[in-house]
C-alpha cells in the first residue's frame, strides 16, 4: 500500500510563489510516473505535471510551462512542485498521485495513489 502526503499549500498574492511537497511511503511507487494534479470545486482533476525515473522524462500542462518546476529526489519518495508567478486562476486543491503505470501523462486513469490534496489560494 502507498501513502502519499502533500504539504506546502496556503494563499498568496497574485506573482507570488509556493512549492509544494508530497512524501510517499510504501511501495508500489518507485520507478513509475509520479504527478500533481488540482480541482476547483465543480470540476474534475485537471493533470498539472508529472515526473518519472528522477527526471528523465516530465511534462507540463501549457497553462503552468515556463511559472512551474517539478522535482523528484533521488530516493523517489518526495516529488517537488515549485509554483512561480501564480495567478488567481492556479486556485485549487492540489493532489499529489503516484504509481502511474503509462509513463508519465497527465490521465488520472494512469495513477493508482492519490494524497488528500493541499489547498493553493491565489488572491488578485
Known amino acids: 500500500q502507498v501513502q502519499l502526503l502533500e504539504s506546502g499549500g496556503g494563499s498568496v498574492e497574485a506573482g507570488g510563489s509556493l512549492t509544494l511537497s508530497c512524501l510517499a511511503s510504501?511501495?508500489?511507487?518507485?520507478?513509475?510516473?509520479m504527478s500533481w494534479f488540482r480541482q476547483v470545486p465543480g470540476k474534475g482533476r485537471e493533470g498539472v505535471s508529472c515526473?518519472?525515473?528522477?527526471?528523465?522524462?516530465?511534462f507540463y500542462h501549457d497553462s503552468v510551462k515556463g511559472r512551474f518546476t517539478i522535482s523528484q529526489n533521488s530516493e523517489e519518495n518526495m516529488v517537488y512542485l515549485r509554483m512561480n508567478n501564480l495567478k488567481p486562476e492556479d486556485t485549487a486543491m492540489y493532489f499529489c498521485?503516484?504509481?502511474?503505470?503509462?509513463?508519465?501523462?497527465?490521465?488520472?486513469?494512469?495513477?493508482?495513489?492519490w494524497g488528500q490534496g493541499t489547498q493553493v489560494t491565489v488572491s488578485a
Open positions: 515526473i518519472i525515473s528522477h527526471g528523465t522524462q516530465i
Open positions: 510504501g511501495s508500489g511507487y518507485r520507478r513509475k510516473a
Open positions: 498521485a503516484a504509481g502511474g503505470e503509462w509513463g508519465c501523462t497527465l490521465g488520472e486513469s494512469n495513477y493508482a495513489y
